[in-house]
């Protein structure tokens, strides 16, 4: 299966709720490193771990498919 077609793919219900949580994670680290005021340096870590985390899970969130059947296999 390519990447377009599992993009285009119906995703199950527990993964638009994961990766909702993904991109909510993302936002509230972007939130964090763009913040215009000096924070503490554990935070701005924080903030960056947040974002990967956030944008790694909504990314492989985003890929999964109900269907299980590859459509590229023949027989």
Do not use: C
């Not at 509230?28 to 870590?45: H, I, M, R, Y």
């Amino acid at each position: 299966m390519k990447i377009i077609d599992r993009l285009q793919s119906p995703t199950p219900k527990l993964f638009q709720w994961l990766r909702n949580i993904g991109l909510v994670l993302a936002a509230v680290g972007g939130v964090l490193l763009a913040s215009p005021v000096a924070l503490p340096e554990w935070l701005n870590d924080l903030g960056g771990y947040l974002t990967v985390a956030g944008g790694v899970l909504g990314a492989v969130s985003q890929l999964t498919v109900v269907d299980g059947v590859n459509k590229d296999d023949t027989g």
